[in-house]
């Protein structure tokens, strides 16, 4: 029998519990061993899924870039057919996260890998922008450094401009409004940008713009959760 590893989505915002789907707490109930970005918040988020919990009672390991230790421990769960849970910080594990590396660890020994539904910035962003969701890429964290950063923005335009494709990435929360002005400074007024902040959250907003229309009054997102979209196609 093939061991199973449940890949468990986790709340995007404290506020946003409500969007994790009820059948995460039953697959968390199932689970012997626990991959975890974070252990800490890990245990804290699953003692708010299901209050019951015994956290002592599970076998429980830290992903960092999945390092060599890590991905051994994980084999040998795999061969013991233990029933694994793998857990992001925020979102769904193996989207922007360090799990995926054990995911295809899991695929290679010819695991049972089950995704669970679940909050993701990318696919809630993409679906409020209004933007072409047929193209779209993912292109992670921004540059820190100013001009190469300029250089990345401008090259993903061109990208969206020719491929008429969707471009969404993200920034660390305290740079936010550094990557709005280094935007602003960059785009074609034409070009289309939408800001998603704060996702699931009570407060959250997502608007969608024109470089020229943000121009005019850009946000303050400092230290908030935001995903950025770039859409320069037709």
Known sequence: ????????????????????????????????????????????????????????????????KAEADVINKFKTALQQNKTIGIVSEAGCPGVADPGQILIGVAQQA?????PLTGPSSILLALMASGMNGQQFQFVGYMP?????????????????????????FIET?????????S???????????????????????????????WKQQPPDMHKQLAIFLLYAGV
């Open 1 to 64: 029998m093939a061991a199973t590893v449940y890949l468990i989505p986790c709340f995007l915002h404290p506020d946003g519990l409500n969007a994790v789907p009820a059948y995460v707490t039953e697959a968390v109930q199932k689970c012997e061993v626990f991959f975890t970005e974070n252990e800490r918040s890990a245990r804290r988020y699953f003692k708010q899924l299901w209050s019951a919990m015994v956290i002592d009672n599970y076998e429980w390991h830290t992903i960092h």
């Open 110 to 114: 010819g695991a049972i890998v089950n």
């Open 144 to 168: 820190i450094d100013n001009a190469l950063r300029m250089k990345q923005i401008k090259e993903l335009e061109d990208y969206s401009r020719k491929k008429n494709s969707t471009q969404i």
């Open 183 to 213: 935007i602003l400074k960059t785009a074609q007024p034409s070009t289309q940008l939408c800001i998603a902040v704060n996702l699931t959250a009570p407060n959250q907003w997502v608007k969608t713009k024109t470089i020229a229309q």
């Open 173 to 181: 929360p305290y740079r936010n409004n550094q990557l709005l002005e």
